[in-house]
């Protein structure tokens, strides 16, 4: 079979092959999130300029209009967070499969933002309309989450390969705790989903124990992951998924 010519979308998931390497955008492996607080910060939801960030105009946002009308949802701000997205490709792969949905991935160090958003531009131009339906912002999660979102206005939140901090004067750093889940309980909307993906034993304990504990989440059962669950679940609840993975599986990701 023919190769496809470079830089257009494969034929099936519309993916355009992205050359900049995150190898110009090496940074230091952690940021202290108990001190790294020097961002500029939205002093309530409502003062995001989403429509800055998002390109709503374009073809692949119908979508995302008819939704608007549809189910008369606010379509001008993300419902889906991706936790710590570090260089962002979560949402990069998401952003064409589901062209209808807002997301935004949130993260602490500025060279892996600084590579996200050169890899959406970079993106958005090599295949014109796609790609508006994604962006990043430079943040620090444990402090400023709600200064971003409403109430209620999050479908989706993704927890993927959080740093594990495996040293327990570093547990606090973790971004799963019992007073961050009360604050994501907060920002998400009643019937939303929690995904957790972590290939850290201790670490996939830890945030279990906590979900688990928290009265604001319930744990989706296997038969409710696949089904159609969300009928089921109690509209006072959240619920989230741990998933436990291992190295071979993680090439399918
Ligand atoms: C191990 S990386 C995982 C990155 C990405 N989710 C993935 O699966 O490749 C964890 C990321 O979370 C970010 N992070 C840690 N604490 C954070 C915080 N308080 N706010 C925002 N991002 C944070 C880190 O900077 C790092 O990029």
Not at 62 to 73: M, P, Q, S
């Amino acid at each position: 079979m023919a190769s496809a010519k470079k830089d257009e979308p494969h034929p099936l998931t519309s993916r355009v092959k992205f050359r900049l390497s995150n190898r110009d955008f090496r940074a230091r492996a952690h940021s202290n999130p108990l001190n790294d607080g020097n961002f500029d910060v939205p002093s309530r939801p409502s003062e995001v300029e989403w429509r800055k960030w998002f390109d709503l105009e374009s073809a692949t946002s119908e979508g995302l209009r008819a939704r608007a009308l549809k189910e008369e949802v606010d379509v001008t701000r993300p419902e889906w967070v991706d936790i710590g997205c570090g260089y962002g490709g979560l949402l990069a792969e998401m952003s064409t499969a589901f062209p209808d949905k807002l997301m935004v991935g949130l993260e602490i160090r500025d060279r892996p933002l600084q590579f996200c958003e050169e890899r959406i531009k970079k993106l958005r131009k090599e295949a014109p309309g796609s790609y508006g339906n994604v962006w990043y912002i430079r943040t620090n999660v444990m402090k400023f989450l709600v200064n971003f979102f409403e109430k209620g206005s999050v479908e989706k939140m993704f927890f993927c390969y959080p740093d594990p901090h495996y040293k327990k004067k570093k547990h606090r750093q973790r971004i799963v705790s019992m007073q961050l889940l009360a604050e994501y309980a907060y920002v998400l909307s009643p019937s939303a989903l929690v995904y957790v993906v972590t290939d850290v034993e201790e670490l996939f304990q830890w945030i279990s124990e906590r979900l688990t504990k928290h009265p604001l989440f319930t744990q989706l059962t296997d038969e409710e992951i696949v089904s159609k669950f969300q009928d089921k679940l109690s509209s006072q609840q959240h619920s989230f998924a741990v998933a436990k993975i291992t190295i071979q599986s993680l090439s399918i990701l």
